[in-house]
């Protein structure tokens, strides 16, 4: 049996990615009552939304972390604008943000998604600037990163959700809601692994 929890929360916007805040901002504590010694695996921005992991297995919380781990991370984006295939090819190949270039990432453009519950507030709409979705999947966990990859190709994002980290998915959820993750997730999750020397390596 084991002996840590894990949680999936669908973050709402404007709500902090921690437990604590000086400014009085709401965050993961408002949302659920969460065990002692569980914190979230990386970070969503404060405007974003979407998939949020939440666990007491610091190991597990390293591994999907890690760069070699090449965690998927899947996100619906907003954008100003409507990019075409070169635009999106530059996200595809990696692009230099913060004087860093990214690792290739899959990109492409989606129909507006149907199953995605309005914003509260809503976007703000602009009669003469069209936009537009796009799918982007990253490996990496920069700061604020999809976000500068849009704004990186000329279409800054409006509106961020990210629905899939690895396997687990927020189907089905609503935002503000917490489910804990059942023992199936829980072993998709758990196929990454770190041996004595400190090598990552994935279970065949």
């Known amino acids: 049996m084991n002996k840590f929890t894990y949680f999936k929360v669908y973050k709402p916007y404007r709500v902090l990615s921690q437990f604590t805040d000086t400014s009085g901002r709401t965050t993961l504590k408002d949302l659920f009552k969460f065990p002692q010694g569980v914190y979230p695996v990386g970070r ?9 992991l939440l666990t007491d297995d610091k190991k597990l919380n390293s591994l999907l972390a890690h760069p070699l781990s090449n965690t998927q991370k899947e996100y619906l984006v907003q954008v100003e604008g409507i990019p ?3 635009d999106l090819n530059k996200l595809r190949e990696g692009i230099l943000i913060d ?3 990214t690792l290739p990432a899959e990109a492409g453009l989606i129909d507006i998604p149907a199953d995605i519950p309005p914003r509260d507030p809503p ?6 600037i069209p936009d537009s979705w796009i799918r982007v999947i990253i490996t990496e ?7 500068k990859m849009a704004a990186g190709i000329g279409f800054p994002a409006l509106r961020l959700i990210r629905i899939r980290i690895k396997n687990i998915r927020i189907t089905g959820m609503k935002p503000g809601e917490v489910r804990e993750l059942s023992s199936d997730e829980v072993t998709s999750l758990i196929g990454t692994y770190q041996n ?9």
């Not at 976007?123 to 003469?128: E, F, S």
């Not at 966990?141 to 976000?147: E, F, I």
């Not at 004595?196 to 065949?204: A, D, M, P």
């Open 44 to 52: 969503l921005d404060f405007d974003s939304e979407g998939l949020l």
């Open 141 to 147: 966990g920069r700061n604020r990163q999809v976000r």
């Open 84 to 86: 075409g295939e070169a």
């Open 99 to 101: 004087k860093k270039t």
């Open 196 to 204: 004595s020397e400190g090598k990552i390596f994935k279970q065949k």
């Open 123 to 128: 976007i703000r709409y602009r009669k003469n």
